[in-house]
């Protein structure tokens, strides 16, 4: 340690010696005055990226309410999202399972879902027999079940993709209470032969917790064969599911998920002031 720099820690170490010595603490506070207002030397880092202007999004109220670019699959008026929905009734602001999947008249790749469901009271049924239902992006499914002291297959419980990856951790609320999940999908890319060149990822919040990070699909959830990937559209219907269990649905809503568009205008490159110069190409990636 030099001579100023141990003066300096004996000192700020003991702060009544500043007060003994009030001309040595001015020396010091005239000091670091002048360190402090001294330009920054480091080089800026220049991507060369021409980036699209990020789009004003207005936020909901809360993790309910959707975002203002959001489309709003039921806020408990209709079923106009929906196709097949006839035998599922609104009742008191939510949508209760009835006979049949349901599925949206819009189709969705990438995209952010908001759902709540909430399993029936009486609790009834045990396993997968109770509070049995699920979201599903084409033929992926999330599972919905009363996860609630109601044990079954870890890969089949609430938050699992079913068959393939137990939630985390059991976030379930009781039965009648409401679940959320904040779903981030990730749509599988097939090449134009059908081959998969992406597989699906999946991240998933339930009640605001992480259950599912960013989770690759081994291919669809069926019940009865391994998961298998098969060639389909980018975009599909999102579905939900009917296992004969009166659960209820409310707040849904979903953003689809563009990418941002950026063009490399400009090699990256350090910017030293006025002077600025490209990295070599090793460096620059
Ligand atoms: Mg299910």
Redesign the pocket.
């Known amino acids: 340690m030099n001579t100023i720099n141990r003066q300096a820690t004996v000192f700020f170490n003991q702060p009544q010696l500043l007060i003994q010595h009030p001309g040595v603490s001015s020396v010091f506070l005239l000091f670091f005055s002048i360190w402090s207002l001294m330009p920054a030397t480091a080089k800026e880092y220049l991507p060369g990226i021409e980036w699209d202007e990020p789009k004003h999004v207005t936020p909901g109220e809360g993790n309910q309410t959707a975002p203002s670019d959001a489309i709003i699959l039921f806020d408990g008026q209709d079923k106009l999202a929906w196709n097949n929905a006839d035998t599922w009734q609104i009742d008191n602001g939510c949508l209760v399972v009835g006979k049949g999947m349901i599925h949206t008249k819009n189709t969705f790749g990438d995209c952010q879902l908001h759902v709540e469901w909430s399993s029936p009271v009486p609790a009834e049924g045990t396993g997968q027999g109770r509070g049995?239902?699920?979201v599903f992006f084409g033929p992926y499914?999330i599972?919905?079940?009363d996860s609630f002291h109601n044990k079954t297959y870890f890969d089949g419980q609430a938050a699992a993709i079913?068959k393939q990856a137990p939630p985390l951790v059991n976030a379930t609320k009781k039965p009648g209470e409401w679940n959320a999940y904040d779903i981030i999908w990730k749509t599988p890319r097939f090449d134009k032969d059908g081959q998969l060149t992406e597989p699906a990822t999946v991240t998933v919040l339930h009640n605001g917790i992480l259950v599912q990070n960013h989770f690759e699909l081994l291919g669809d959830t069926p019940f009865n064969r391994p998961p298998r990937y098969n060639p389909h559209p980018p975009e599909l219907p999102i579905r939900l599911?009917d296992?004969r269990n009166p659960v209820r649905f409310r707040n849904i809503w979903v953003r689809k998920i563009h990418p941002m568009n950026g063009k490399q205008t400009q090699p990256p490159s350090l910017r030293d002031g006025r002077q600025v110069t490209p990295l070599p190409q090793t460096e620059a990636k």
């Open positions: 049995n239902s699920g499914e599972q919905v079940l079913y599911q296992h």
